[in-house]
């Protein structure tokens, strides 16, 4: 497969330039969503983030272009009301393709990325009198088998 980006990045396209690393504005979107436009080219895409993984050259640079040329580290934010926050850019992506919302954008976090962290939940989960959830995903990693923990949420701790 062969997925041809566009030469210049979103940030050098717009009048101010965005900081490395965040997401893109409505417009950058549409401009962005057209290179996965039809959808057989966004299944495509997942095809190989699938069989490949998200440290497949084609994908860490298609991952860039949506991230202005930096892929975020830590937890990012996702305009679905029902799976708003994701732990990694790599498990936003991967949901975005098991789940068929080819075209869902990231989004700014409301809330501090430290509030996100793993850590903070497990804190809260463990002073809360109601028992924590579980709740599972469709994501599972091709490599290594192992099955993804539903977006937002942490696995139960043995």
């Not at 997401?23 to 699938?50: G, M």
């Not at 949506?66 to 949901?95: I, K, M, R």
């Not at 924590?132 to 539903?150: D, F, I, K, Q, Y």
Request: with cysteine; aromatic share 8%; glycine share 4%.
């Amino acid at each position: 497969m062969l997925l041809l980006l566009p030469t210049s990045s979103p940030a050098q396209d717009s009048i101010s330039a965005s900081t490395p690393g965040s997401p893109l504005s409505a417009t950058e979107y549409e401009r962005f969503f057209a290179l996965l436009t039809p959808t057989w080219k966004a299944e495509t895409t997942c095809r190989l983030r699938a069989t490949h993984g998200c440290r497949n050259p084609t994908l860490v640079q298609l991952d860039q272009y949506e991230n202005h040329g930096l892929v975020p580290d830590g937890a990012v934010c996702s305009d679905l009301p029902y799976a708003s926050w994701f732990e990694s850019f790599c498990q936003f992506t991967q949901y975005r393709c098991s789940n068929h919302v080819y075209y869902a954008k990231r989004v700014r976090c409301s809330q501090p990325v430290s509030i996100l962290s793993p850590n903070t939940l497990k804190e809260i989960d463990a002073s809360s009198d109601i028992p924590p959830t579980t709740m599972t995903s469709p994501l599972s990693s091709h490599v290594t088998g192992e099955t993804l923990p539903a977006p937002g949420r942490l696995p139960a701790s043995p």
